[in-house]
């Protein structure tokens, strides 16, 4: 069941990640469109990307800092990822509703601009088709004349001169044709994709992809915020008082007297097991070695410290 646990919590570490690769790469395109110097455009796009994955991390420090009610800095961390989801998401619409207003704007010139020159230039060219056939025809005609009047060389140069010039424009005519319907074609098989979508409606789905990457890996982040280790530390804390307490209940009367206060309150702040050194308590009480040694093994005959083969730690 952990392991499953955790498996799943890598998985949205890995969509969080993603998202926010997105994201840094919307700002950073953005970043660098507004400036023209390349070694600027790169510095502060990069500074970008930066402050575009700190506004995650920030949801989960401000949860943090509340949770030990810091709130003036939780407030202002939660007013700078407010401000950083802000412009990330300002980049992250941008980039898409550019890219769709573009794709209107070419289908609109190809349909709108493209289509009727094409019927246009189809039709003259059918025309022209129509008109070197009648002409064909009126050479084939004159050329019979010729033959019936005897002047058959005569029939053969006019056809061999005029049917190879009509040949070649009508070929010229017909391959502009046949270009300007498989372009039509093309045009009707492959529309622009956000052709047939509102633009009221792309508006609110680009809108709504915005703020999606931008909420997603923030929530998921919070959620997976580690609460279970600051739930434990008040309950370790008071353990150790209740400690501290049952000790200072059984220890002999006499030991307020002997031992200073200082070194009480040292013991008290050390965590169960450490190690309290020599010079630590000399330093604290401002004596000699010998005496601060004196008065730790005092303090280990009440209980307060345990001799140990490393010498004294806290009991």
Same mark, same amino acid.
């Not at 506004?55 to 961390?77: D, F």
């Not at 309950?235 to 002997?258: G, I, L, M, S």
């Given at each position: 069941m952990h392991h499953l646990q955790l498996r799943q919590r890598w998985a949205l570490l890995a969509m969080v990640a993603a998202l926010a690769g997105v994201t840094a790469t919307s700002v950073a395109l953005a970043i660098a469109e507004l400036i023209d110097n390349t070694l600027l455009a790169v510095l502060f796009a990069s500074a970008a990307v930066v402050l575009d994955l700190?506004?995650?991390?920030?949801? /989960?420090?401000?949860? !943090?800092?509340?949770?030990?009610?810091? %709130?003036?800095?939780?407030?202002?961390?939660?007013?700078?990822?407010?401000a950083l989801g802000g412009v990330s998401g300002w980049a992250s619409y941008d980039r898409l509703m550019s890219s769709i207003i573009t794709s209107r704007a070419e289908h609109q010139a190809r349909f709108g601009l493209r289509q009727p020159d094409l019927l246009e230039l189809r039709e003259a060219e059918a025309t022209r088709i129509q008109q070197l056939d009648a002409e064909a025809i009126a050479v084939n005609h004159q050329a019979n004349s010729l033959r019936e009047r005897g002047m058959v060389t005569r029939a053969l140069e006019l056809e061999s001169a005029a049917l190879a010039r009509l040949d070649t424009q009508r070929s010229a005519a017909q391959a502009r044709r046949d270009k300007a319907m498989q372009e039509l074609t093309a045009m009707r098989s492959h529309p622009a994709k956000a052709a047939g979508l509102p633009l009221q409606l792309a508006t609110l789905l680009c809108l709504g992809?915005?703020?999606?990457?931008?909420?997603? /890996?923030?929530?998921?982040?919070?959620?997976?915020?580690?609460?279970?280790?600051?739930?434990?530390?008040?309950?370790?804390?008071?353990?150790?008082?209740?400690?501290?307490?049952?000790?200072?209940? %059984?220890? /002999?009367?006499?030991?307020?007297?002997?031992? /200073?206060?200082?070194?009480?309150?040292?013991?008290?702040?050390?965590?169960?097991?450490?190690?309290?050194?020599?010079?630590?308590?000399?330093?604290?009480?401002?004596? !000699?070695?010998?005496?601060? %040694?004196?008065?730790?093994?005092?303090?280990?005959? %009440?209980?307060?410290?345990?001799?140990?083969?490393?010498?004294?730690?806290?009991?």
């Open positions: 700190f506004k995650y991390i920030a949801w /989960p420090l401000a949860l !943090g800092l509340l949770a030990i009610r810091r %709130t003036i800095s939780a407030l202002l961390m939660m007013a700078c990822a407010l992809f915005a703020i999606a990457l931008e909420v997603v /890996p923030a929530l998921i982040l919070a959620a997976l915020r580690p609460t279970q280790a600051q739930e434990r530390a008040p309950v370790a804390v008071t353990a150790k008082q209740e400690r501290q307490q049952e000790q200072a209940e %059984t220890k /002999p009367e006499t030991a307020d007297d002997d031992i /200073p206060a200082e070194l009480m309150q040292l013991i008290a702040n050390t965590e169960r097991g450490t190690k309290v050194a020599v010079r630590q308590v000399a330093k604290v009480l401002r004596i !000699g070695s010998d005496k601060a %040694t004196k008065l730790m093994q005092k303090a280990a005959e %009440t209980g307060l410290l345990s001799k140990t083969a490393a010498g004294y730690v806290a009991a």
